[in-house]
């Protein structure tokens, strides 16, 4: 019988661990190929910042599967902070700044569960969709100032905003949520 522990021990620390290894790789050597292959497509139409915020959903996913597995504060920010260590120290694109990206895009995952115990435990679809929107907002109100996007026309900006919020939704969020669904029906997994 499989067991999501809400309490911080070896095991938790462990799954967390994992995800965010594995993750990491799936953003590197998956969603990083991807996302460029589409942006190259995608450069000679001039909507190629678009691009940007198709896949940021894609980049947000290790912290509720973090929280899925280990339901307690912090699994989810911790489990997105390695994923970005990982896909950083493993040849990632956008270098350091991905650790930040990580630690702000976790934490703000977690504000659809955070502060009851119970939100984490349950993973119900509102705390999951609710915790996407934030870590939509966490990701893309950096991303703004740090790669300029305020010089681009306001029908681009508001595309680009559009765009991440479905991304988060559909990836983070119910992406997400549905795989969890899967492994409560396959390992009908208990609390303790």
Not at 84 to 89: D, I, Q, R, W, Y
């Amino acid at each position: 019988m499989f067991t999501r522990s809400a309490k911080w021990n070896v095991k938790s620390i462990i799954l967390v661990a994992l995800i965010g290894i594995i993750m990491g790789v799936i953003y590197t050597y998956g969603f990083n190929n991807v996302y460029n292959l589409v942006k190259l497509g995608f450069l000679p139409t001039g909507y190629a910042p678009v691009v940007d915020n198709i896949f940021t959903g894609l980049w947000y996913m290790a912290a509720p599967l973090a929280m899925y597995f280990v339901p307690t504060v912090g699994s989810g920010t911790i489990g997105e902070l390695l994923a970005a260590t990982v896909e950083m120290a493993i040849g990632g694109q956008w270098g350091a700044l991905t650790i930040l990206e990580g630690l702000i895009e976790g934490a703000t995952n977690e504000i659809g569960f955070f502060p009851k115990k119970e939100r984490y435990e349950k993973f119900s679809w509102k705390s999951v969709l609710t915790g996407a929107f934030f870590a939509n907002l966490g990701g893309f109100i950096p991303s703004y100032f740090l790669y300029g996007w305020s010089h681009y026309s306001v029908k681009l900006q508001i595309m680009m905003f559009i765009t991440s919020i479905i991304s988060a939704l559909v990836f983070d969020g119910v992406l997400v949520k549905l795989i969890t669904n899967l492994f409560d029906k396959a390992l009908k997994p208990k609390i303790n």
